[in-house]
């Protein structure tokens, strides 16, 4: 193997280690932030962070307001 090919698949297992390691975080960070206010909880890879009260409506935990 060259000089190149090796620093190819290193840089891939590096950046497959990144993704491995951001989604086992994202979805327990999510899920850890919002059990405990009753919410319900859903997480994706590409919508992210759901919150919901009823389970119809969905919306993105960044967005949510508690307005007294």
Not at 4 to 13: H, K, L, M, P
């Amino acid at each position: 193997m060259t000089d190149d090919s090796v620093e190819f698949w290193v840089s891939i297992g590096f950046l497959a280690l990144c993704l491995l390691g951001w989604l086992i975080y994202a979805p327990w960070s999510c899920h850890s932030r919002w059990d405990a206010s009753g919410m319900r909880v859903s997480w994706g890879p590409i919508q992210g962070c759901m919150i919901s009260k009823d389970g119809n409506v969905w919306i993105p935990s960044d967005n949510y307001r508690d307005i007294d």
